[in-house]
C-alpha cells in the first residue's frame, strides 16, 4: 500500500482525532494504493474522564487542538489541497455535550474542517483500510477496531470471490472509557484483568450479534481476526521483543489466540513501571494496553478464531482509499439547454 512511485500525483490528506489520539496522514496515489509522504501521530486524550462527565474536559481539548494544530501547518507545508483533506472526528465528539463545540473552536482557530462520523461509517472505513490483509482463502473475516471510546467490529463472508460486511456493531467500549471503568490496582492480579474481559464480554453480547455459522468457520480455521488499534499493535511489538516499534514488523503480522494471551501475560506481570519501559508501549499507554488486550480476549472468547492479523492501519487509511477512488471517477458532463447555457450554472447577479 505505501511502495511506488506517483510523484506528479495530486497530495491527499486524511485526518482522524479519536478519543485517545490524533492521527494524519498525507499520500500521494500509486499503482498499488497510496504513497505516504508525511505521518503524524499523538496521544491527546481527548475522552479523558467523558463517561463520567459526559463532557470534553479543558485541558483535554487543549491538549487536542495543539496537535490539530500542528496537523494543520503539515497541511499547508504538503500543499494539501482543502478539497483532498478528509478529516473526521469519532467517539469522543459523538458523545460529548460540547463535541460540536469543540469543533467549532478547531474550525475557527486552525481552519481544519472537522466532520463528526456515526459508528456505521467509522467501522466502514476500518474495512476498507485493512482489506488487502485478509487471507485470499479465508472465508470469514472479523475486523476489530480498538478505539479510545468504542470498539467496532465488522463480519464479512466471501460471496461470490469477494469479501463483503454482512453485519457490523459499535460497542461502547474502548480503551480510555474501559481502563476509566477498572482502575488499575496496586498488586492487579488476575481478577481485575477478568472484569475488563466481563465487562467487554457483555457490551458484546448486548450487540445481539450472535451468528453461529460464523463462529463455526472461525474455530474451523476457515476465518480469522483483523485488530486494528494502538493497543494491538503494542501487543504485537510486545511479543515480537522490539526494542523500538517498527512497522514493517507489526503490519500485517499474524499472531495465535496463544500468542496473544502470552503477551497480555506478559504485560500484567510488568506492572506499571514496566509497561511504560517497553519500547512500544510507553508512558502514554501504559495504563490503556492492557484494557486493549481484555478488549481483544473478549472477541477471542466470543468467536475463537486461532489466527488475529495485526494492522496497522484503518480509518485513516480507508479514508485516503475513499478519496482517491473518487478522484479517479469521470466527471459526469452535464448537458447544456437550448439557451446555451450549462444546466445547474447559477444566474448572474443582478
Same mark, same amino acid.
Given at each position: 500500500?505505501?511502495?511506488?512511485?506517483?510523484?506528479?500525483?495530486? *497530495?491527499?490528506?486524511?485526518?482522524?482525532?479519536?478519543?485517545?489520539?490524533?492521527?494524519?496522514?498525507?499520500?500521494? /496515489?500509486?499503482? &498499488?494504493?497510496?504513497?505516504?509522504?508525511?505521518?503524524?501521530?499523538? !496521544?491527546?486524550?481527548?475522552?479523558?474522564?467523558?463517561?463520567?462527565?459526559?463532557?470534553? &474536559? #479543558?485541558?483535554?481539548?487543549?491538549?487536542?487542538? &495543539?496537535?490539530?494544530?500542528?496537523?494543520? $501547518?503539515?497541511?499547508?507545508? =504538503?500543499?494539501?489541497?482543502?478539497?483532498?483533506?478528509?478529516a473526521v472526528a469519532t467517539q469522543a465528539c459523538r458523545a460529548a455535550e460540547n463535541g460540536a463545540e469543540f469543533i467549532d473552536r478547531v474550525r475557527r482557530g486552525t481552519g481544519l474542517r472537522l466532520r463528526i462520523i456515526d459508528p456505521a461509517e467509522e467501522a466502514r472505513l476500518s474495512v476498507e483500510g485493512c482489506l488487502n490483509l485478509f487471507d485470499p482463502k479465508a472465508e470469514a473475516v472479523l475486523v476489530i477496531d480498538v478505539g479510545g471510546g468504542s470498539t467496532e467490529l465488522s463480519w464479512l463472508r466471501r460471496t461470490n470471490g469477494e469479501m463483503k460486511t454482512v453485519s457490523w456493531m459499535s460497542a461502547p467500549l474502548g480503551v480510555v472509557t474501559l481502563? $476509566?471503568?477498572?482502575?488499575? /490496582?496496586?498488586?492487579?492480579?488476575?481478577?481485575?484483568?477478568?472484569?475488563?474481559?466481563?465487562?467487554?464480554?457483555?457490551?458484546?453480547?448486548?450487540?445481539? !450479534?450472535? &451468528? #453461529?455459522?460464523?463462529?463455526?468457520?472461525?474455530?474451523?480455521?476457515?476465518?480469522?481476526? *483483523?485488530?486494528?488499534?494502538?493497543?494491538?499493535?503494542?501487543?504485537?511489538?510486545?511479543?515480537?521483543?522490539?526494542?523500538?516499534?517498527?512497522?514493517?514488523? *507489526?503490519?500485517?503480522?499474524?499472531?495465535?489466540?496463544? $500468542?496473544?494471551?502470552?503477551?497480555?501475560?506478559?504485560?500484567?506481570? @510488568?506492572?506499571?513501571?514496566?509497561?511504560?519501559?517497553?519500547?512500544?508501549?510507553? /508512558?502514554?499507554?501504559?495504563?490503556?494496553?492492557?484494557?486493549?488486550?481484555?478488549? @481483544? $480476549?473478549?472477541?477471542? =472468547?466470543?468467536?475463537?478464531?486461532?489466527?488475529?492479523?495485526? #494492522?496497522?492501519?484503518? @480509518?485513516?487509511?480507508?479514508?485516503?482509499?475513499?478519496?482517491?477512488?473518487?478522484?479517479?471517477?469521470?466527471?459526469?458532463?452535464?448537458?447544456?439547454?437550448?439557451?446555451?447555457?450549462?444546466?445547474? #450554472?447559477?444566474?448572474?447577479?443582478?
Open positions: 500500500m505505501r511502495d511506488g512511485s506517483g510523484r506528479d500525483a495530486p *497530495v491527499f490528506g486524511a485526518l482522524d482525532l479519536g478519543t485517545n489520539n490524533c492521527r494524519l496522514l498525507i499520500a500521494r /496515489p500509486s499503482r &498499488d494504493g497510496f504513497r505516504v509522504i508525511d505521518s503524524f501521530s499523538r !496521544i491527546v486524550r481527548l475522552g479523558e474522564g467523558l463517561s463520567r462527565t459526559g463532557r470534553l &474536559d #479543558a485541558a483535554a481539548m487543549d491538549r487536542a487542538y &495543539d496537535a490539530l494544530a500542528l496537523c494543520a $501547518e503539515r497541511v499547508v507545508r =504538503r500543499g494539501v489541497d482543502s478539497a483532498r483533506l478528509t481502563a $476509566e471503568r477498572h482502575p488499575e /490496582p496496586d498488586h492487579a492480579g488476575e481478577p481485575w484483568y477478568e472484569a475488563m474481559v466481563a465487562d467487554m464480554s457483555q457490551a458484546l453480547a448486548a450487540g445481539g !450479534i450472535v &451468528d #453461529a455459522e460464523f463462529q463455526q468457520l472461525c474455530a474451523a480455521g476457515r476465518g480469522h481476526l *483483523v485488530g486494528t488499534s494502538g493497543a494491538i499493535t503494542s501487543l504485537a511489538g510486545v511479543h515480537l521483543n522490539l526494542r523500538r516499534y517498527q512497522r514493517d514488523r *507489526v503490519d500485517g503480522l499474524w499472531m495465535t489466540r496463544s $500468542e496473544c494471551e502470552a503477551a497480555a501475560q506478559k504485560l500484567k506481570s @510488568l506492572g506499571p513501571q514496566g509497561r511504560a519501559a517497553e519500547a512500544c508501549i510507553g /508512558p502514554d499507554r501504559a495504563d490503556l494496553v492492557l484494557a486493549g488486550a481484555a478488549i @481483544l $480476549e473478549a472477541v477471542q =472468547r466470543a468467536w475463537p478464531s486461532e489466527r488475529v492479523r495485526v #494492522a496497522d492501519r484503518g @480509518l485513516r487509511e480507508g479514508l485516503l482509499l475513499q478519496q482517491m477512488r473518487e478522484a479517479r471517477r469521470p466527471k459526469r458532463r452535464r448537458r447544456g439547454r437550448r439557451s446555451g447555457q450549462t444546466a445547474g #450554472a447559477a444566474a448572474p447577479e443582478t
